[in-house]
C-alpha cells in the first residue's frame, strides 16, 4: 500500500468534536433568518463565517421547523445559555448523602 493511499484512510479516521448551539443562540439565528430576506443558505453562510463552525444550511431549515418550539422554551426557560437540562432523582443517592453529611458532621 502506498503512503498516500495509507494517509488518507489515516485521515479519515479522525475525529471531530461536535458543537452545541444554546437556545439563545438558536434564537438569535432565527432574528437574523427573518431581518435577511428568510434565506437559509444565507444565514447559514453568514453564521459560519461569524464562529458558528457547524452552521449549515439544514440545520438552519430544522430550527426554522422547530421555531414554535424554539420560542415556547424560551417562555418557560430562565437560562437561554444553558446546553442540556437535566434533572436527576434518585432516593437511594439521597440516602448516602444524608449519611455522609451525618458522618463528617460527627467527626468535626
Known sequence: MSNSKKHAISSACVLQSRENATLHNK??????YHANDKNQSKTARHF?????????????SAW????????????TMHDLTSKCICTICNSDFDKAL???????????
Open 27 to 32: 434564537l438569535m439565528m432565527l432574528d437574523w
Open 48 to 60: 459560519k463565517e461569524n464562529g458558528f463552525s457547524y452552521m449549515k444550511q439544514p440545520l438552519v
Open 64 to 75: 426554522v421547523k422547530d421555531e414554535p418550539n424554539l420560542c415556547a422554551q424560551a417562555n
Open 98 to 108: 444524608i449519611i455522609l453529611f451525618k458522618r463528617q458532621n460527627r467527626v468535626e
